[in-house]
């Protein structure tokens, strides 16, 4: 397994911007996906944006499609989410997570969460 360490989270207004990190540490070989994941209280986990890391491909969720980054540095094991023209429908607690597409596109990942078998403690962004 992975292990997985978010920050960055906050409290921002409406229209503003915040940048999440993710920490990965363990091992991060037998891995090819990571994803953003957010659940805000009393909803369901949505997925958020996806990558492979070893493409780069990446996927987002239509609720965020032109606001919200994905990317990952390599060298530091490091996933981030940048997050611009916020609104108060992104509150919520964010989480990363990793995982092994087996064969599924990165466009499904975010459908499929069982995909990704190591998550983050998350972090907390309230748009206010």
């Known amino acids: 397994h992975v292990q997985l360490v978010e920050s960055g989270g906050g409290l921002v207004q409406p229209g503003g911007s915040l940048n999440l990190s993710c920490a990965a540490t363990?091992?991060?070989?037998?891995?090819?996906?990571m994803g953003w994941f957010r659940q805000a209280p009393g909803k369901e986990r949505e997925g958020v944006a996806a990558i492979h890391t070893r493409g780069g491909n990446t996927y987002y969720a239509d609720s965020v499609k032109g606001r919200f980054t994905i990317s990952q540095d390599n060298a530091k094991n490091t996933l981030y989410l940048q997050m611009s023209s916020l609104k108060p429908e992104d509150t919520g607690m964010y989480y990363c997570?990793?995982?092994?597409?087996?064969?599924?596109?990165?466009?499904?990942?975010?459908?499929?969460?069982?995909?990704?078998?190591?998550w983050g403690q998350g972090t907390q962004v309230t748009v206010s």
């Open positions: 363990g091992k991060t070989n037998v891995l090819n996906c």
């Open positions: 997570a990793a995982g092994w597409l087996f064969g599924h596109s990165i466009n499904d990942a975010l459908l499929r969460p069982t995909l990704f078998d190591s």
